[in-house]
């Protein structure tokens, strides 16, 4: 089965800095790679499919880009709404993977 | 509207066995595969099953094969999860979710709030 490897587990940044996250399959899969924010108490919501195609409603401060096996979420200006988990998540065929998740928080 | 909404869990003793359900609106039910996907507390998601729209072709992890199995009834719009011969480490909040289209190589664009299972003497 393909392993998802996110990074890092968690950051601190301030508000305005550009945020980075990491996420690396173990096999190449071409670009089904999709990205989730989850806020505390709530629901996963996609944000980013494809691996750089954005979700109606996703403010663009948001963007992904990678293909085969190295994928990345950035975040141009961190804004204090960002605060959640951040999971990367491999959705063709079956199994489907999941990252460990990213925990974003503002300095 | 558009929306996907789970029950049945519930607090049940290690080796029990439970019936989740999920109803689905707002869409044409038969035309998406629908997964489960589960969170322990305070833990990252873990994908649990899927069934394709019209049921022939199921999928799980490798953690719940052969204790857990996926069904569903497109007449009634309905989403199923049995699972049997429950650990304590299949608790976690139980999601049901969508495709975002038809086929396979979509991702989860539509999540229910979650139903609890725990699973403790």
């Known amino acids: 089965d393909i392993q998802m490897t996110q990074s890092p587990s968690s950051l601190s940044a301030s508000v305005g800095d550009r945020v980075t996250i990491s996420c690396r399959a173990s096999q190449g899969i071409s670009n089904s790679l999709a990205w989730y924010q989850q806020k505390p108490g709530k629901v996963p919501k996609l944000l980013i499919s494809a691996a750089s195609t954005l979700e109606s409603g996703v403010p663009s401060r948001f963007s992904g880009s990678g293909s085969g096996t190295d994928f990345t979420l950035t975040i141009s200006s961190l804004q204090p709404d960002d605060v959640a988990t951040y999971y990367c998540h491999k959705y063709n065929g079956a199994p489907q993977t999941f990252g460990q998740g990213t925990k974003v928080e503002i300095k | 509207e558009v929306q996907l909404f789970e029950s049945g869990g519930d607090l049940v003793p290690p080796g029990g066995s439970l019936r989740l359900s999920c109803a689905a609106s707002?869409?044409?039910?038969?035309?998406?595969?629908m997964h489960w996907v589960r969170q322990a507390p305070g833990k990252g998601l873990e994908w649990v099953s899927g069934i394709s729209g019209g049921g022939s072709t199921k999928n799980y992890a490798d953690s719940v094969t052969g204790r857990f199995t996926v069904s569903r009834d497109n007449s009634q719009n309905t989403l199923y999860l049995q699972m049997n011969s429950l650990r304590a480490e299949d608790t976690a909040f139980y999601y049901c979710a969508k495709r975002a289209g038809s086929g396979s190589n979509y991702p989860l664009d539509l999540w229910g709030q979650g139903t609890l299972v725990t699973v403790s003497s």
């Open positions: 707002g869409f044409t039910f038969n035309n998406y595969n």
